[in-house]
């Protein structure tokens, strides 16, 4: 079965600073991934995506993620944190098939500090 | 831009009233899916629809059940809710053909039930 962890429920991470979030995930083929960002009482929005090609893909709002394979990772990062950065973040895997679901990890609630 | 809307932002319920939470998208999507969100265990999957009255369960259906009537509208039901179906209610939807299953989600529904 799919899984994904995130192992950090929360981050705190001060303005201007550079920040990673980690994502592992359990898929047994080759995964599509996904980081959602959900902003407090909004739905969640699409960050960035990998489904093939360059392991490294660029998002939307400066966020970046490198899929790594042999780690079965992808980690969310962002050279220069900005205090409407504060969200929940979540990592997700899915297959194939445009009908299935896909596995959500926990989320990491991330904190801007100033 | 896709659009999936949801009928309510906050709800607020009895024990053991019937409950129906409406989705509508406009892109003609294939698939329709219903999360709900907890703190502490992300989205899990409820149900999901690949067509016009067709459904699956997804990995927590117990107490609910789905209706999918027409293409554009995905409704969740909660025949009779309970205290511990208070959640945030997510709605996503996704084209179907295979490489592209990314997810576009509502704006959520905060359920009470008391």
């Known amino acids: 079965a799919q899984s994904v962890t995130q192992p950090d429920i929360h981050i705190t991470v001060s303005e201007g600073a550079s920040l990673e979030l980690r994502c592992n995930y359990s898929?047994?083929?080759?995964?599509?991934l996904f980081w959602y960002v959900q902003s407090p009482g909004q739905g969640l929005q699409l960050l960035l995506k990998y489904f093939s090609g360059d392991t490294l893909v660029q998002g939307i709002k400066g966020f970046e993620a490198e899929f790594k394979r042999s780690q079965s990772s992808f980690n969310l990062r962002k050279p220069s944190v900005h205090w409407s950065d504060a969200a929940e973040y979540f990592c997700a895997v899915g297959g194939r098939g445009g009908a299935d679901g896909l596995t959500f990890g926990k989320g990491t609630h991330l904190i801007i500090q100033p | 831009d896709v659009k999936v809307t949801q009928s309510s932002r906050y709800l607020v319920k009895r024990t053991g009233e019937k409950v129906f939470l409406e989705c509508v998208q406009d892109?003609?999507?294939?698939?329709m899916f219903w999360y709900r969100q907890d703190p502490g265990l992300g989205l899990r999957l409820i149900y999901f629809s690949y067509d016009v009255k067709m459904k699956e369960k997804g990995d927590i259906p117990e107490g609910y059940s789905v209706s999918r009537e027409k293409k554009e509208r995905f409704s969740l039901i909660l025949e009779s809710a309970s205290t511990n179906q208070t959640s945030m209610y997510l709605c996503a939807s996704s084209f179907s053909h295979s490489g592209n299953n990314e997810q576009f989600f509502g704006p959520g529904t905060r359920l009470t039930v008391l």
């Open positions: 898929y047994g083929a080759t995964p599509y």
């Open positions: 892109m003609d999507h294939e698939n």
